[in-house]
C-alpha cells in the first residue's frame, strides 16, 4: 500500500521496453516481414493458432499481447490479440493454445478490461477446458501486497477447470522486460516445438489467415517503438510550470507544459508521459546524515548522494525494508503494527512516513549503509495523464499535477516527482520523461458519438485534451463533463477554458460540484443523481463515459450512482442495471483511467 496520497493524475506504472527488449521484438518483427515477401500461394496454414488474452489498465499488456501474436507469427503459428473482456469462457473452452498477459490494478484488482472475464470465468456455470493447454504471464508491482493477484487467480482457475499448464507463470516486478521476453520466447518455441510449427509455414503479416480481426483479417502494422523510454528518457524542455490553484487555497494544482523539440514523441489524447523525478537534496542530506555517511563514498560505481538523489526511492519505504526493521527492533512502533498482520492499520501508521522516519523508529538497530541500499527499490518514474491534444498543441505535451506536501511542525514531506516539478527544475528546467500510450483510453472514433466525461480534481486531464480534440476537428457529437472539487473560489481549475468551450458550443453540458461550498457536501456523483433522465438519454443515445481520477473511493462511488441511474431509468433492477454497464464495457463505451 503506498502511503502517500494521489500525485496528480497518477496513475500505475508498466515501463516500456528495454534495449535488449527491443533487439527482440525487431527480431520477431523482421521474421514477419520476411514471412510476408514469401509467395503465398506456397505458404503452409499454420499448424497451430495461439490465442493471446490480455487484461491491462494503462495498455502495457495489450503490448506485450501484440508482441506474443508477432512472435507466434515468426515461428510459423496462427495468432490473435483480444482483450479479456471481449472472451466468454465458451469462447475459452474451443481454444487450443492460450497465453493470458494481466497486470493487478489498485489492491489485488482485474484491471478494468478482465472483470467481466473473471466474473464468468468463477461461476459455476463455466465450461470444463480439458482441450485446452495455457500460460499466464503477470505484470505487477512488488510495492503492493498482491502482488501480482490478477494473474496468480486466472492461472489457478483455469487449472480447475481442467486446463494445462504449458509453462509455469512467470510475476514480473516493474522492470518485467527481461522476464516477459524470456517467458514468451520460451512458451511459443515450445508450442511450435509440439505442434511441429516453422517459420515457412507461417503467418505473412497482410496474408495471414488469423489476427485481431477474425479469420483472413490483416494483421495490424507493429507499433514503432521508441528510442525513448525509461533507461533513455528523452530531456525535455519544461517551457511551463504555472499555478492553477489560488495561492491561499488548501491544494497547489499546476500547469506543466513540456516541448517536445526533436524527440520525434507524438502522442494521442488520453495517453499519458512519464516523468522520471530526482529525490528532495535536503531528503537526501538528511539521511546521510543519519547514516554517517559523506556522499561521496561509492555505491554501484557512483557517488553515494547521487545514487540516493536519482537511483533509489527514499520517500516511501519498500516491503522489504519494513519487514527487516520490524525483525530488527521488534519493540519498535512499526514492529509493533506488523505483529498485528493488520494491512489498513499498518498503511494508516506509514501514511507519510518514509525510509528516515522508519531508521529513527528502529534506533540502534536500523541496518547501517551497506545493508540499506539493497533494501531500497529503486526509484520510478510517475505517469501523468496527458492535458493536451496533439491537434491543438503538436510541439507540446501538457500535464496537470497536484503537488502533495504535507507535515509536522518537525518535519515537512513532497511528493518526490510533484514536488520535483514544481520546485526542482528551476536552476535546470529540463526533465527526463517517456510517453506511455493508452490504446484504450481516447475520443471516439465517431465524430457524432456523445461523450460524458466524470473527472473531478486533477481528473479533468484527459479532458481537457478530449475537448481539445473535438474542437480541433469539429466534431459535432455533444460533449458532457462532470468536474468538481473542494472550493469554487480556489479549485476551478481551467475556468476560463472550460466556460469559453461551453459558450462557444465544444462543451455542451458543465456540471459543477464543490463539496466545501455550502454545509451539505455535494459530489460529481450527486449531481450525476440529479439529472439521471438526461444522463440516461445520452447513453441510450451512443454516448461513450468515462471516468478519471481517483480509484479507491471517487470510482467506486460514480459507479455506484451510475448504476442507481441506471436503474431508476431502466425500472428494471440492479442485476439489469448490472448487465447495462457490462455492455458498456464490453463495447469499450464504459472506460476508466484512474490512479
Given at each position: 500500500?503506498?502511503?502517500?496520497?494521489?500525485?496528480?493524475?497518477?496513475?500505475?506504472?508498466?515501463?516500456?521496453?528495454?534495449?535488449?527488449?527491443?533487439?527482440?521484438?525487431?527480431?520477431f518483427?523482421?521474421?514477419?516481414?520476411?514471412?510476408?515477401?514469401?509467395?503465398?500461394?506456397?505458404?503452409?496454414?499454420?499448424?497451430?493458432?495461439?490465442?493471446?488474452?490480455?487484461?491491462?489498465q494503462?495498455?502495457?499488456a495489450?503490448f506485450?499481447?501484440?508482441?506474443a501474436?508477432?512472435g507466434a507469427?515468426?515461428?510459423?503459428?496462427?495468432?490473435?490479440?483480444?482483450?479479456?473482456?471481449?472472451?466468454?469462457?465458451?469462447r475459452?473452452?474451443?481454444?487450443?493454445h492460450?497465453?493470458?498477459?494481466?497486470?493487478?490494478y489498485?489492491?489485488?484488482?482485474?484491471?478494468?478490461?478482465?472483470?467481466?472475464?473473471?466474473?464468468?470465468?468463477?461461476?459455476?456455470?463455466?465450461?470444463?477446458?480439458?482441450?485446452?493447454?495455457?500460460?499466464v504471464?503477470?505484470?505487477?508491482?512488488?510495492?503492493?501486497?498482491?502482488?501480482?493477484?490478477?494473474?496468480?487467480?486466472?492461472?489457478?482457475?483455469?487449472?480447475?477447470?481442467?486446463a494445462?499448464?504449458?509453462?509455469?507463470?512467470?510475476?514480473?516486478?516493474?522492470?518485467?522486460?527481461?522476464?516477459?521476453?524470456?517467458?514468451?520466447?520460451?512458451?511459443?518455441?515450445?508450442?511450435?516445438?509440439?505442434?511441429?510449427?516453422?517459420?515457412?509455414?507461417?503467418?505473412?503479416?497482410?496474408?495471414?489467415q488469423?489476427?485481431?480481426?477474425?479469420?483472413?483479417?490483416?494483421?495490424?502494422?507493429?507499433?514503432?517503438?521508441?528510442?525513448?523510454?525509461?533507461?533513455?528518457?528523452?530531456?525535455?524542455?519544461?517551457?511551463?510550470?504555472?499555478?492553477?490553484?489560488?495561492?491561499?487555497?488548501?491544494?497547489?494544482?499546476?500547469?506543466?507544459?513540456?516541448?517536445?523539440?526533436?524527440?520525434?514523441i507524438?502522442?494521442?489524447?488520453?495517453d499519458?508521459?512519464?516523468?522520471?523525478?530526482?529525490?528532495?537534496?535536503?531528503?537526501?542530506?538528511?539521511?546521510?546524515?543519519?547514516?554517517?555517511?559523506?556522499?561521496d563514498?561509492?555505491?554501484?560505481?557512483?557517488?553515494?548522494?547521487?545514487?540516493?538523489?536519482?537511483?533509489?526511492?527514499?520517500r516511501t519505504?519498500?516491503?522489504?525494508?519494513?519487514?527487516?526493521?520490524?525483525e530488527?527492533?521488534?519493540?519498535?512502533?512499526?514492529?509493533?503494527?506488523?505483529?498485528?498482520?493488520?494491512?489498513?492499520?499498518?498503511?494508516?501508521?506509514?501514511?507519510?512516513?518514509d525510509?528516515?522516519?522508519?531508521?529513527?523508529?528502529?534506533?540502534?538497530?536500523?541496518?547501517?549503509?551497506?545493508?540499506?541500499?539493497?533494501?531500497?527499490?529503486?526509484?520510478?518514474?510517475?505517469?501523468?495523464?496527458?492535458?493536451?491534444?496533439?491537434?491543438?498543441?503538436?510541439?507540446?505535451?501538457?500535464?496537470?499535477?497536484?503537488?502533495?506536501?504535507?507535515?509536522?511542525?518537525?518535519?515537512?514531506?513532497?511528493?518526490?516527482?510533484?514536488?520535483?516539478?514544481?520546485?526542482?527544475?528551476?536552476?535546470?528546467?529540463?526533465?527526463?520523461?517517456?510517453l506511455?500510450?493508452?490504446?484504450?483510453f481516447?475520443?471516439?472514433?465517431?465524430?457524432?458519438?456523445?461523450?460524458?466525461?466524470?473527472?473531478?480534481?486533477?481528473?479533468?486531464?484527459?479532458?481537457?485534451?478530449?475537448?481539445?480534440e473535438?474542437?480541433?476537428?469539429?466534431?459535432?457529437?455533444?460533449?458532457?463533463?462532470?468536474?468538481?472539487?473542494?472550493?469554487?473560489?480556489?479549485?476551478?481549475?481551467?475556468?476560463?477554458?472550460?466556460?469559453?468551450?461551453?459558450?462557444?458550443?465544444?462543451?455542451?453540458?458543465l456540471?459543477?460540484?464543490?463539496?466545501?461550498?455550502?454545509?451539505?457536501?455535494?459530489?460529481?456523483?450527486?449531481?450525476?443523481?440529479?439529472?439521471?433522465?438526461?444522463?440516461?438519454?445520452?447513453?441510450?443515445?451512443?454516448?461513450?463515459?468515462?471516468?478519471?481520477?481517483?480509484?479507491?473511493?471517487?470510482?467506486?462511488?460514480?459507479?455506484?450512482?451510475?448504476?442507481?441511474?441506471?436503474?431508476?431509468?431502466?425500472?428494471?433492477?440492479?442485476?439489469?442495471?448490472?448487465?447495462?454497464?457490462a455492455?458498456?464495457r464490453?463495447?469499450?463505451?464504459?472506460?476508466?483511467?484512474?490512479?
Amino acid at each position: 500500500m503506498t502511503p502517500l496520497p494521489p500525485t496528480g493524475s497518477l496513475i500505475p506504472v508498466d515501463a516500456p521496453f528495454s534495449a535488449s527488449q527491443e533487439a527482440w521484438l525487431a527480431g520477431f518483427i523482421a521474421g514477419i516481414a520476411a514471412a510476408g515477401r514469401r509467395d503465398t500461394a506456397a505458404a503452409d496454414a499454420p499448424a497451430a493458432t495461439v490465442d493471446v488474452l490480455f487484461g491491462t489498465q494503462t495498455g502495457n499488456a495489450g503490448f506485450l499481447a501484440d508482441q506474443a501474436v508477432a512472435g507466434a507469427r515468426a515461428h510459423g503459428l496462427g495468432g490473435s490479440a483480444t482483450a479479456l473482456d471481449a472472451v466468454t469462457p465458451e469462447r475459452l473452452a474451443t481454444m487450443s493454445h492460450l497465453l493470458v498477459v494481466v497486470s493487478t490494478y489498485g489492491e489485488g484488482e482485474m484491471p478494468d478490461n478482465a472483470g467481466l472475464f473473471w466474473e464468468a470465468l468463477q461461476a459455476g456455470t463455466a465450461p470444463r477446458l480439458d482441450g485446452l493447454r495455457y500460460a499466464v504471464l503477470g505484470l505487477g508491482d512488488k510495492g503492493y501486497d498482491d502482488f501480482c493477484q490478477a494473474a496468480k487467480l486466472l492461472d489457478t482457475r483455469l487449472e480447475q477447470l481442467g486446463a494445462t499448464r504449458l509453462h509455469d507463470r512467470v510475476d514480473c516486478d516493474i522492470d518485467f522486460e527481461e522476464p516477459a521476453a524470456v517467458w514468451t520466447a520460451a512458451v511459443l518455441e515450445r508450442i511450435a516445438a509440439e505442434t511441429g510449427a516453422s517459420a515457412a509455414a507461417g503467418q505473412g503479416g497482410p496474408d495471414g489467415q488469423s489476427g485481431p480481426g477474425g479469420p483472413g483479417a490483416a494483421a495490424p502494422a507493429p507499433r514503432t517503438l521508441s528510442p525513448w523510454n525509461k533507461r533513455t528518457p528523452y530531456r525535455s524542455r519544461l517551457a511551463v510550470n504555472r499555478l492553477l490553484s489560488a495561492p491561499h487555497g488548501a491544494k497547489e494544482i499546476r500547469h506543466y507544459e513540456f516541448d517536445l523539440g526533436d524527440s520525434g514523441i507524438t502522442y494521442e489524447a488520453g495517453d499519458a508521459l512519464a516523468v522520471v523525478p530526482r529525490n528532495d537534496d535536503a531528503l537526501v542530506g538528511a539521511l546521510l546524515t543519519h547514516l554517517g555517511a559523506r556522499g561521496d563514498e561509492e555505491a554501484d560505481g557512483r557517488p553515494l548522494a547521487e545514487v540516493l538523489r536519482a537511483e533509489r526511492e527514499i520517500r516511501t519505504p519498500s516491503k522489504e525494508l519494513i519487514a527487516e526493521l520490524a525483525e530488527r527492533a521488534p519493540s519498535s512502533g512499526l514492529a509493533s503494527v506488523v505483529a498485528h498482520g493488520d494491512r489498513s492499520d499498518l498503511a494508516s501508521w506509514l501514511w507519510g512516513r518514509d525510509v528516515l522516519d522508519l531508521l529513527r523508529d528502529a534506533g540502534a538497530a536500523a541496518p547501517g549503509l551497506a545493508e540499506l541500499l539493497p533494501l531500497l527499490r529503486p526509484l520510478q518514474a510517475r505517469q501523468y495523464s496527458i492535458s493536451s491534444s496533439p491537434l491543438a498543441h503538436p510541439d507540446r505535451i501538457h500535464l496537470t499535477v497536484a503537488s502533495v506536501r504535507h507535515g509536522t511542525g518537525q518535519r515537512t514531506y513532497g511528493g518526490v516527482a510533484s514536488t520535483y516539478l514544481a520546485d526542482r527544475t528551476g536552476e535546470d528546467p529540463h526533465a527526463g520523461v517517456y510517453l506511455q500510450p493508452n490504446a484504450s483510453f481516447g475520443v471516439p472514433a465517431d465524430d457524432d458519438a456523445p461523450m460524458i466525461m466524470i473527472g473531478p480534481g486533477t481528473g479533468i486531464a484527459p479532458f481537457r485534451g478530449f475537448l481539445h480534440e473535438r474542437a480541433a476537428k469539429g466534431a459535432a457529437g455533444r460533449n458532457w463533463l462532470f468536474f468538481g472539487d473542494r472550493n469554487r473560489a480556489t479549485d476551478f481549475v481551467y475556468e476560463d477554458e472550460l466556460i469559453q468551450l461551453r459558450e462557444s458550443g465544444v462543451l455542451t453540458e458543465l456540471d459543477l460540484a464543490f463539496s466545501r461550498d455550502q454545509a451539505e457536501k455535494i459530489y460529481v456523483q450527486t449531481r450525476m443523481r440529479e439529472r439521471s433522465r438526461e444522463l440516461y438519454g445520452w447513453l441510450e443515445d451512443g454516448a461513450h463515459l468515462y471516468v478519471c481520477g481517483d480509484a479507491s473511493r471517487m470510482a467506486k462511488d460514480v459507479e455506484a450512482a451510475l448504476l442507481g441511474v441506471i436503474a431508476e431509468q431502466r425500472g428494471r433492477g440492479d442485476d439489469d442495471a448490472a448487465e447495462y454497464l457490462a455492455s458498456l464495457r464490453r463495447t469499450k463505451r464504459y472506460v476508466r483511467d484512474v490512479y
